[in-house]
T-cell receptor
């Protein structure tokens, strides 16, 4: 079946602008995660959803970052007043379940490369 | 959350077996050890997961000693296409934090 998809694949914006990044998880996956990855570093956790609610948003760097998942499927990561330091690849992942003693495999999308000029 | 330490980079040649060791001295009782692989311009891909002793699948083997303070990912007979970054994580309940990983370069 289809994997995790993310749109757009590339986004170039100007400092101070607002951007939205979209993630379509694998159908039926209840958990959805957002990460961002800078060049040469591993993915950095931002937030994860269990269903429609944000179960853990401790990785969001500040209040300019916000994410929603209103119907428990598609999620949108929103960044206000973008800064050059926000430039990175934003990765989305989904898993069938979340929680419990055995961690379920996360399936990652290809990412959105955000460039803030 | 267990912190993991792994080599920054490794080189190998086609056909060789590659072993990447990860240390996680503060691993918690409920933590599982999981390895992901990442190619350029792609998201990470799950390779293998284990709790103790040895786990093997069609891609790799994972060796975990009794004290669980380290683990070794073993890739048999690597090919050029195995050139990637490999991440070791020790966590539970989806509390997944990536380090910088090990950049494996397979040479012809």
């Amino acid at each position: 079946g289809a994997g995790v998809s993310q749109t757009p694949s590339n986004k170039v914006t100007e400092k101070g602008k607002y951007v939205e990044l979209r993630c379509d998880p694998i159908s039926g996956h209840t958990a959805l995660y957002w990460y961002r990855q800078s060049l040469g570093q591993g993915p950095e956790f931002l937030i994860y959803f269990q269903g429609t609610g944000a179960a853990d948003d401790s990785g969001l760097p500040n209040d300019r970052f916000f994410a929603v998942r209103p119907e428990g499927s598609v999620s949108t990561l929103k960044i206000q007043r973008t800064e050059r330091g926000d430039s990175a690849v934003y990765l989305c992942a989904s898993s069938l379940i979340a929680g419990g003693p055995v961690t379920d495999t996360q399936y990652f999308g290809p990412g959105t490369r955000l460039t803030v000029l | 959350l267990a912190k993991t330490t792994q080599p920054i980079s490794m080189d190998s040649y086609e056909g060789q077996e590659v072993n990447i060791t990860c240390s996680h001295n503060n691993i918690a009782t409920n933590d599982y050890i999981t390895w992901y692989q990442q190619f350029p311009s792609q998201g990470p891909r799950f390779i293998i997961q284990g709790y103790k002793t040895k786990v093997t699948n069609e891609v790799a083997s994972l060796f975990i000693p009794a004290d669980r303070k380290s683990s070794t990912l073993s890739l048999p007979r690597v090919s050029l296409s195995d050139t990637a970054v490999y991440y070791c994580l020790a966590f539970n309940n989806n509390d997944m934090r990536f380090g910088a990983g090990t950049r494996l370069t397979v040479k012809p």
